[in-house]
């Protein structure tokens, strides 16, 4: 063989072991076989393009590309786009093509390349296949800059644009974000959804700016009574007061069943921005919480389907809570005038001439907020009656039954004195009640045992009753009716 059919053969050999081209494979790539999906902070897109050569493949895979993403962007028809919207997108997607080809010379914030590869068919084309993922966030907002340059609206909607800037500029946010939702009625009549879902987001924008504040909220709330004064907020956008808007109060009532639920309010800023809301009867003792949000309901009215999935992405954003006024309700007992007589005796059953058990009662309840006292009366008296006559002789003697309407009544005995060293342990154990005195019953019972240990032995003794005193006014507290 001469060398010129050397060379012709080599030429051959090289042209049929490149038929496909550089990068092309002769399989299908694994990942091609796997449709890549959206994630929860991510979009994703595929682009398959087909032809007889990698780089006509390649072309065709990025226009594919390109469609499926203005599809999901939902930018309308093109032939409405203005110059400056088609432009663009134009540039945009000039920039994901070179990114494609040559990822390490375009940046593109949010956009990765996954996959790009190229493979030969059984019938001897070039199959090319790209895959994306672009940050769901930066594509909102890309998508958003595109409709706003792409925008073909009618004359309608462009006048409240501009009357819709206007009231943003002149400070009066509310008003603003009013006519944006105006316009994004007409664009939904006109059928234009770019500008529909662009003036709704401009509603959300605009409202964003509202500040909230508690002014005032009740102070002292007890089950059964309503609140004497109001919750106050007030609202105000860039340091001026939102006065003639409507808010959304939440606030908590019982439901039928008797559990513990949530009701809502709509209630007119006035002109100063302030809210006010007057809670209903308290059903429930414990922690109260009035909450305030923008109402959708002002802006949802321009909209001929406020049901539709942007009209209630509007509604879910605007209705978040904004601001919280929580205070707390107590049990009606704490309004109600309670006497204390409590006899203590030693381990011999004589009275001791001591209110330490008293005492140890009187100061937790007067600190948590109870209309309590010491009753002027002789311990010792009680030895000889029964709770039952204790009670009606209680009712009888006007100097206890018109200052007193309930009494808390017992007796409460040494039981053990120990010395080991020079410490004391003292024991004391009694039965507490709570009653009504002019309905001569007991409301509240409770039996208990307390221990103490001091270095002095009166010191003890004393220490003993008091806690004894200290824990049935806490029980009280918890649980008493």
């Known amino acids: 063989m001469n060398i010129r059919s050397l060379a012709f053969l080599t030429i051959i050999i090289l042209i049929t072991s490149c038929a496909g081209g550089p990068g092309v494979k002769d399989e299908v790539p694994e990942w091609f076989g796997i449709q890549i999906a959206d994630t929860e902070s991510e979009k994703a897109f595929r682009g398959v393009g087909e032809a007889d050569t990698l780089a006509s ?27 400056e919207g088609r432009d663009a997108v134009n540039a945009l997607f000039e920039d ?43 594509f909102e907002e890309q998508t958003a800059a595109l409709a706003a340059l792409i925008m073909a609206s009618s004359v309608g909607f462009q006048e409240m644009e501009s009357r ?93 069943d008797g559990s513990p639920s949530r009701a809502e309010a709509r209630i007119l800023s006035d002109n100063f921005g302030v809210i006010r809301f007057l809670p209903p009867e308290v059903s429930f003792a414990g922690i109260q919480n009035v909450t305030i ?27 978040n809570v904004r601001a919280e006024a929580v205070y707390d309700a107590l049990p009606v007992i704490r309004t109600i005038p309670i006497g204390i007589v409590i006899l203590e005796t030693d381990l011999a059953g004589n009275v001791l001439n001591t209110t330490d058990a008293a005492n140890g009662i009187l100061d937790d309840l ?15 008296e009680m030895l000889t009656r029964s709770d039952q006559a204790f009670l009606r002789d209680l009712k009888a003697d006007p100097n206890f039954s018109e200052d007193f309407d309930r009494v808390i009544h017992g007796t409460v005995a040494l039981e053990s004195f120990e010395q080991n060293g020079d410490s004391y342990t003292v024991r004391v154990s009694g039965t507490l009640a709570l009653s009504d005195i002019q309905r001569q019953v007991t409301l509240y019972r409770s039996e208990i045992t307390k221990t103490s240990r001091s270095t002095g032995s009166q010191q003890a003794i004393s220490a003993a009753f008091r806690q004894f005193g200290r824990s049935f006014a806490g029980e009280l507290i918890e649980q008493a009716p």
């Open 293 to 319: 949000a923008p109402s959708a309901d002002p802006f949802l009215e321009y909209l001929e389907e406020p049901d539709d999935r942007y009209a209630q992405d509007l509604k879910a954003g605007l209705e």
């Open 366 to 380: 007067v600190a948590d907020g109870f209309d309590i006292s010491v009753m002027s009366l002789s311990p010792g």
């Open 164 to 256: 819709a800037r206007a009231a943003e500029s002149d400070g009066n946010t509310y008003e603003a974000a009013l006519i944006w939702a105006a316009a994004a009625g007409i664009a939904a009549k006109n059928g234009d959804t770019t500008a529909y879902r662009t003036a709704l987001r401009e509603v959300a924008s605009v409202m964003q700016f509202l500040d909230f504040e508690i002014i005032s909220m009740p102070t002292q709330v007890y089950v059964g009574t309503r609140p004497d004064s109001p919750v106050l907020f007030s609202v105000t956008a860039r340091g001026k007061p939102v006065g003639n808007a409507e808010f959304l109060i939440t606030y908590p009532k019982n439901a039928r």
């Open 96 to 138: 994901l093509k070179i990114k494609v080809r040559n990822p390490e010379t375009v940046e593109m914030a949010g956009v990765e390349i996954v996959h790009r590869d190229g493979w030969k068919n059984p019938d001897g084309s070039i199959k090319y296949a790209i895959d994306i993922t672009w940050d769901k966030d930066g």
């Open 57 to 83: 493949a390649k072309s065709a895979a990025i226009e594919d590309l390109k469609e499926n993403i203005l599809l999901s962007m939902n930018l309308g028809n093109p032939e409405d786009w203005s110059k």
